[in-house]
């Protein structure tokens, strides 16, 4: 071998070598572009429900997710509102109804209400499993396993050690590619009803709308189908009463052509509609949705870790964080904001206490009448006023920040509620008067306790019940799913199992 | 002379005869940027009350006020919300009200209004001096001549032929200097009263304090004085009601204290209180105000003539002009806004009938509780309720755009007022039961004819005076103002004389 060969092949050699090297720099990076361009799959088939398998992929907004433990706070509104189990007479939010807390608690908040009752086995309890619709990832992956008339059948317990994940990733996003998506097929079917295109939602659509598969106003819509062994069943389908519109007027039109009622009251007779949570409904009538802003935007800002930037998955109050929210585009200071939030909070909360005040009164007097012989004919007019206003009333309020979202449609609507309400007074003042009563006073309903006896609430049996509920079946139903594999027994760790009730004493 | 003398003499003098245009120059420029950065004194001393004074110095201010005469349609808000002859029974406003126009018109409209009646000579007729007071750049003329207390002394009439001029330049518009400033000292002191300290008063400040002189909440206050003579006169002095803060509920707080009533009504017998236009304070609750935004950065938006930058006079709607108003600061489409200020005014039409038709029926039950004898005692709360409802309704809609100055508190307003006739006629029901009648229906008040006998107002009997005024003592006071040189007849050139009652049939 001459040198000069010699010196042609170690070049050679190198020249290899690099070209090696620079390929296979190409790959890793052609690797990392397809890593950074595509999500994971968490899970090849189905749905992955259990948000701690998510936390590999997708450790900061896993972590952040997780800080929504720390919004525990149980706030009994029953207590601070109790005009509230009077208007819910006969209903179950009479019996139990708190303020909202974080995802993480939703499955604990839907065992824990005693709105779920106290089931001792898998077909007994007030409930149908419409009622886990919203609280879970589990939900998408039984619908997937069973099918969704079968997951509409049946009650609540049948699914206590089914659905035992809080809600969480796959709520809104796909396990095979991360991006987001419904999970829930009643949004998808009333947005077509509604006369949306599906296939035009863009990707800053989406980060409202799956929030809208559970932040809006539904109903259980009793719906017949046959089994594979050919016997006809009748599924509860969770159902978003969109065909007509998405407003108050709109949705009671619906209700009232289909002779819809969500119960009866027991007070005042009247055939009532209970409303949901109908947020996004609300929060689309507002400044901030007709300036094409999505619910992400305020409520999961973005985030910088080192150089990474990630959605804040912590879902709560955006004034928590003003400087990520509100200030990304309005210029002013943080104390601005706070004063012209609460200034609108209290304009709403003086015209939701007048119309449950006005409403609550109306309901007893109504019990009154019935109780002094009034007719049906006399009284029609006035339970169609009560059921009227009601349901304006509870559109209104019942969704996260309406007084916020949609400020003059809130005040509006709560107007025309208490309106409403008056004029059934009115009426009643002259029925009642009729039947040998003037100017009668309703009985006081200014705490809890009396509002819920006048309302007939046995609270001290609900909890009775509920405790031996949580005692037996319940920890039946945590075993079976952490033996099964689908509950991660960490994620019931340090849950402090707090309800409204769990510190009531209850008489001998 | 020899001929280096002659060529020296001849530079000098060029030389002399530069410095002298150069220093001619500098004079010139000198004059020219006092006279850009000074207004011009259009009279040397008092007010020029004469709009017309003021269009050599600001020709295009002039030709832009001038097209107020445009808005000149008549609208008879009797006749399209005849609830308001119910709720004003016995007062000036169940006579005649109509829809504002430009402020060319706003002398034609007080003297064309039946509310200011029909004067025979300068100490008769019903309304005070005071109602003169934001109508015309003489009412500051005036009070510089005869002093406050004189010119709110005596009726109406007493200065029919001295103010003859429309709201114009010196209105807002000092004489000597051409700054902006305030004409009525009333606004000074309410500032004060409020805690305002004046000298902090900004120039865009003012740019929305010349317009609360007149938009904005006030009453006559009966002062006594002196006079000259020693003989003791009561002067009734526009007093704006802000002592105890700017909301509906301080100046009702404000009202009741001071045990003031503005009429009681024919009708229900309430003590009353007549909201007058409450804009300024309405406005200030809202946004716009609360981000900085002036009066007239929307209503008088800046235009561009050739190279000259002037203040658009022609006050009106800001959506006249949506690319020179709104779309300076917002980004959207005309459509959109047009859009939104559409719903907003919905919302509001939707609560202010809701609580007019509220407040007009209560009036109404409490005159038929009355003829049945209901007692004082029985009916106290019912008035008190009256009384404030009705307050809150008016301030809430009295002043100009309300419902866009100040959407939420217009509602809110709009909202209590109407729960507060609501819990009258509740009451009412009980006390007509007591004395025998249940279930009563009000009378129709559906047309302003039907609203207005029921108020008992003498309308033909109104018309037929006023118009035998206008052809007497009205034509009197024309013919001395112009003779006296404070009215230019060119003024009155092209006026219709319209009225709401100009086109009415008389009965023989």
């Known amino acids: 071998m001459n040198k000069s060969y010699k010196i042609l092949l170690t070049g050679s050699?190198?020249?290899?070598?690099?070209?090696?090297?620079?390929?296979?720099?190409?790959?890793?990076?052609?690797?990392?572009r397809k890593e950074i361009n595509t999500g994971p799959v968490v899970q090849a088939e189905g749905v992955a429900s259990k948000n701690e398998e998510w936390y590999r992929y997708y450790p900061r907004e896993y972590d952040s997710w997780k800080q929504t433990k720390k919004s525990d706070k149980i706030t009994d509104l029953l207590r601070e509102k109790p005009q509230l189990a009077i208007i819910w007479a006969g209903y179950g939010f009479a019996k139990d109804y708190n303020a909202p807390r974080g995802h993480f608690y939703a499955i604990q908040d839907n065992i824990n209400t005693l709105r779920t009752g106290a089931p001792t086995g898998p077909s007994n309890g007030p409930m149908p499993t419409a009622c886990w619709t919203c609280k879970s990832p589990d939900v998408p992956r039984l619908m997937d396993e069973v099918g969704e008339n079968e997951f509409f059948t049946g009650k609540w317990a049948k699914y206590g050690n089914q659905i035992v994940n809080p809600i969480g990733c796959a709520d809104c996003h796909n396990s095979q590619t991360g991006n987001l998506g419904f999970s829930r097929p009643h949004l998808g079917r009333a947005l077509e009803a509604s006369g949306v295109n599906l296939d035009e939602i863009t990707f800053q659509d989406m980060r409202t709308l799956v929030c809208a598969q559970c932040h809006v106003e539904y109903y259980?819509?009793?719906?017949?189908?046959?089994?594979?062994?050919?016997?006809?069943?009748?599924?509860?389908?969770?159902?978003?009463?969109?065909?007509?519109?998405?407003?108050?007027?709109?949705?009671?039109?619906?209700?009232?052509?289909?002779?819809?009622?969500?119960?009866?009251?027991?007070?005042?007779?009247?055939?009532?509609?209970?409303?949901?949570?109908?947020?996004?409904?609300?929060?689309?009538?507002?400044?901030?949705?007709?300036?094409?802003?999505?619910?992400?935007?305020?409520?999961?800002?973005?985030?910088?870790?080192?150089?990474?930037?990630?959605?804040?998955?912590?879902?709560?109050?955006?004034?928590?964080?003003?400087?990520?929210?509100?200030?990304?585009?309005?210029?002013?200071?943080?104390?601005?904001?706070?004063?012209?939030?609460?200034?609108?909070?209290?304009?709403?909360?003086?015209?939701?206490?007048?119309?449950?005040?006005?409403?609550?009164?109306?309901?007893?007097?109504?019990?009154?009448?019935?109780?002094?012989?009034?007719?049906?004919a006399e009284m029609q007019p006035v339970l169609e006023l009560l059921r009227s206003g009601q349901w304006l009333w509870d559109y209104s309020i019942a969704s996260h920040g309406s007084f916020f979202h949609s400020p003059e449609e809130t005040l509006r609507l709560l107007g025309v509620a208490n309106d409403k309400g008056g004029k059934a007074r009115i009426k009643l003042a002259a029925i009642l008067a009729q039947h040998g009563l003037i100017g009668y006073q309703v009985p006081d309903f200014s705490t809890k306790e009396k509002a819920q006896a006048l309302a007939g609430v046995p609270l001290q049996k609900l909890i009775t019940e509920k405790k031996a509920f949580e005692s037996t079946l319940l920890e039946q139903w945590n075993e079976e799913a952490v033996k099964a594999g689908r509950l991660d027994p960490k994620t019931l760790e340090g849950m402090s199992n707090k309800s409204s009730w769990s510190q009531t004493e209850l008489s001998q």
Chains 1, 2 share one sequence.
């Open 220 to 376: 259980f819509r009793p719906t017949e189908w046959t089994d594979k062994t050919g016997k006809t069943k009748t599924a509860k389908v969770v159902t978003l009463p969109w065909a007509k519109g998405l407003s108050a007027e709109n949705m009671e039109e619906y209700y009232d052509e289909y002779s819809f009622k969500d119960w009866t009251h027991k007070i005042s007779k009247a055939p009532m509609l209970k409303a949901q949570h109908p947020g996004y409904e609300l929060f689309s009538k507002g400044i901030h949705a007709q300036n094409g802003v999505s619910c992400a935007d305020c409520h999961m800002p973005y985030k910088q870790q080192g150089s990474i930037k990630y959605t804040d998955h912590n879902i709560g109050n955006p004034l928590d964080d003003i400087a990520s929210t509100c200030l990304t585009c309005h210029r002013d200071s943080e104390k601005a904001f706070r004063d012209r939030v609460a200034s609108k909070l209290e304009r709403k909360e003086q015209l939701m206490k007048m119309a449950m005040d006005t409403l609550a009164a109306a309901h007893l007097e109504a019990g009154k009448a019935w109780e002094l012989g009034a007719t049906e």
């Open 13 to 32: 050699v190198i020249a290899i070598g690099a070209m090696g090297l620079m390929a296979n720099s190409i790959n890793s990076r052609e690797a990392e």
